[in-house]
Nanobody, 118 residues
Framework: QVQLVESGGGLVQAGGSLRLSCAAS????????MAWYRQAPGTQRELVAA???????NYADSVKGRFTISRDNAKNTVYLQMNNLKPEDTAVYYC????????????WGQGTQVTVSS
């Protein structure tokens, strides 16, 4: 059984910064792509940023230049550094990871709330 546990969300003023963390645990053989998604009320869940096992990254256009995704493979952890936050970044942020145990599957964290006040 695999668990993804997120931390680091909260309330911040516009222009501020937050750092999200997501740690994977369980009977893990390999972790492939890790990613952050977000979902604001009344909207669909959207990809924010992703990072491959080799360190390749991609970002949503709305966060390019402000957010940075990184990972620590030794700790099975992915991070999202969010700078210059805007009210439109307010959402629940979810960690996602492509993980092989005895099968390969996608796993989701429980979500962490990020609220940016104007």
């Amino acid at each position: 059984q695999v668990q993804l546990v997120e931390s680091g969300g909260g309330l911040v003023q516009a222009g501020g910064s937050l750092r999200l963390s997501c740690a994977a645990s369980g009977n893990i053989a390999s972790i492939y792509t890790m990613a952050w998604y977000r979902q604001a009320p009344g909207t669909q869940r959207e990809l924010v940023a992703a990072i491959t096992s080799g360190g390749g990254t991609n970002y949503a256009d709305s966060v390019k230049g402000r957010f940075t995704i990184s990972r620590d493979n030794a700790k099975n952890t992915v991070y999202l550094q969010m700078n210059n936050l805007k009210p439109e970044d307010t959402a629940v942020y979810y960690c996602n990871a492509d993980i092989r145990t005895w099968v390969r599957a996608a796993y989701w964290g429980q979500g962490t709330q990020v609220t940016v006040s104007s």
